[in-house]
Nanobody
């Protein structure tokens, strides 16, 4: 089992920055992919950024150039630096993790939520105009 706890959310004005953190505990040695996801009210959960144990990253087009995902090389901590925030970035942000080889109908690196097994409770990000 893996436990994930997010922190760092809050309220900022458009153009501001926030840094989200996710602390992982438990059997993190089996984790290969970690990612940030978000869900706004009335919308489906979407992948924001993913990173694997080798440091390969992928971003949703809407956040490229503004967000940076990183991890501590042991998959025990995940970060998301968010710059130039926009009102449309307002959502609950979730940290998620999975192993390398479990089958899923989708792509872990692309950030398909159905491919991730372990989830945190979320942290709210609100961006005002």
């Amino acid at each position: 089992q893996v436990q994930l706890v997010e922190s760092g959310g809050g309220s900022v004005q458009a153009g501001g920055s926030l840094r989200l953190s996710c602390a992982a505990s438990g059997y993190t040695g089996s984790m290969y992919y970690m990612g940030w996801f978000r869900q706004a009210p009335g919308q489906e959960r979407e992948g924001v950024a993913t990173i694997d144990r080798d440091g390969n990253t992928k971003y949703a087009d809407v956040v490229k150039g503004r967000f940076t995902v990183s991890q501590d090389n042991a998959m025990s901590a995940l970060y998301l630096q968010m710059n130039n925030l926009k009102p449309e970035d307002t959502a609950m942000y979730y940290c998620a993790a999975r192993d390398r080889y479990s089958y899923c109908r989708g792509s872990p690196s692309r950030g398909d939520p159905q491919c991730y097994k372990y989830w945190g409770q979320g942290t709210q990000v609100t961006v005002s105009s």
